[in-house]
């Protein structure tokens, strides 16, 4: 079993810079996938960025490609997300998720993650 925690969130003004942490209790082994999804309100939840913890391979949604860093801390069982340039559109509750997989990369499906943190707000203005 696996639970996720989510830290970081917060207010923040368009172009400020914001870093999101999610700290892992239980099992992190190599074969193992994490990712940070999102959902603003009356959207559906989406995909932001995705990281394999063996070998930190990442993706990332177009919208966040250029400013946004996903990393993780083995020692510390963390997945962060470093968000830079922050945009009003990037308003949402961020949500960390994990999974136990063979893939090459992180799925960007939300139905792929076993696990998902409560999530923390984001809230960036104009």
């Known amino acids: 079993q696996v639970r996720l925690v989510e830290f970081g969130g917060g207010l923040a003004q368009a172009g400020d810079s914001l870093k999101l942490s999610c700290v892992a209790s239980g099992r992190t082994e190599p074969h193992y996938l994490m990712g940070w999804f999102r959902q603003a309100p009356g959207k559906d939840r989406e995909f932001v960025a995705g990281?394999?913890?063996?070998?930190?391979?990442?993706r990332y949604t177009d919208s966040v490609k250029d400013r946004f860093a996903i990393s993780r801390d083995i020692a510390k069982n963390t997945l962060y997300l470093q968000m830079n340039a922050l945009k009003p559109e990037d308003t949402a509750v961020y949500f960390c998720?994990?999974?136990?997989?063979?893939?090459?990369?992180?799925?960007?499906?939300?139905?792929?993650?076993?696990?998902w943190g409560l999530g923390t707000q984001v809230t960036v203005s104009s």
């Open positions: 990281i394999r913890w063996l070998d930190i391979r990442a």
């Open positions: 998720a994990a999974t136990y997989s063979t893939a090459d990369v992180a799925p960007t499906a939300g139905a792929m993650y076993h696990y």
